[in-house]
């Protein structure tokens, strides 16, 4: 099966300005997720959606960070206005009810 | 808000030694499941312990789940340098996963 599709790769970008990530889960897969990697660290949870329903975005700084998946499928997280301690990696995963997490490759986000 | 700590946090070994990694949760988890990053790397799943007092084996790995399911323990038997890696311990309830920050694995041939 394909796994979790994630773009861009890397992104490079200087504080203030805007970004999106895209990500394409496994086909099937109702629930996904957003995760944020600061080096050295654990995963974060930043969102995570059933289907196109949010179900947690209690870590999510919504005065910059937004994310949707329309239609349930494919979603976006985009930041505006970008900080430099937001340079880290941007992990989506997905699941089917409560097996365990597939993640995408990941974004390298470096804010300068 | 739920926490897992995870210990220690670097462990350096010759190839050939042990080495476990230690998770513990504040709240009592209804799952755990294990993940390893090799640098550079997305994590990838290991195994997924849901029983109390659970012990499950893959080849040299051996992963246990406490008795009162709020401790997990992975330990490798004699290491290799395809070990390396970061294993991360991510703590289930309620549908919600919280990873802890991970034990980083060196192994020197």
């Known amino acids: 099966e394909a796994g979790v599709a994630q773009s861009p790769r890397y992104k490079i970008i200087e504080k203030r300005q805007s970004v999106a990530f895209w990500c394409n889960p496994i086909?099937?897969?109702?629930?996904l997720y957003w995760y944020q990697q600061i080096l050295g660290q654990g995963p974060k949870l930043l969102i995570q959606?059933?289907?196109?329903?949010?179900?947690?975005d209690s870590q999510l700084p919504k005065d910059r960070f937004s994310a949707e998946r329309l239609k349930g499928v494919d979603s976006t997280l985009k930041i505006q206005p970008a900080k430099l301690e937001d340079s880290a990696v941007y992990l989506c995963?997905?699941?089917?009810?409560?097996?365990?997490?597939?993640f995408g490759n990941g974004t390298r986000l470096t804010v300068t | 808000g739920q926490q897992v700590m995870q210990i220690p946090q670097y462990q350096h070994v010759q190839e050939g030694e042990d080495f476990t990694t230690y998770c513990n949760s504040s709240?009592?988890?209804?799952?755990i499941q294990w993940y390893k990053q090799r640098p550079g790397g997305h994590p990838v799943f290991l195994i997924q312990?849901?029983?109390?007092?659970e012990v499950k084996k893959q080849k040299r790995l051996t992963f246990q789940f406490g008795e009162a399911k709020k401790n997990s323990s992975l330990h490798i038997t004699a290491t290799q340098t395809t070990d390396v890696g970061t294993y991360f311990c991510?703590?289930?309830?309620?549908?919600?996963?919280?990873f802890g920050k991970g034990t980083l694995l060196t192994v020197n041939p």
């Open positions: 709240t009592t988890l209804s799952n």
């Open positions: 995963a997905s699941s089917e009810g409560n097996s365990p997490l597939h």
């Open positions: 959606f059933q289907n196109n329903g949010v179900v947690d």
């Open positions: 991510s703590g289930g309830s309620n549908y919600k996963l919280t």
């Open positions: 086909s099937g897969h109702a629930t």
């Open positions: 312990l849901v029983k109390s007092g």
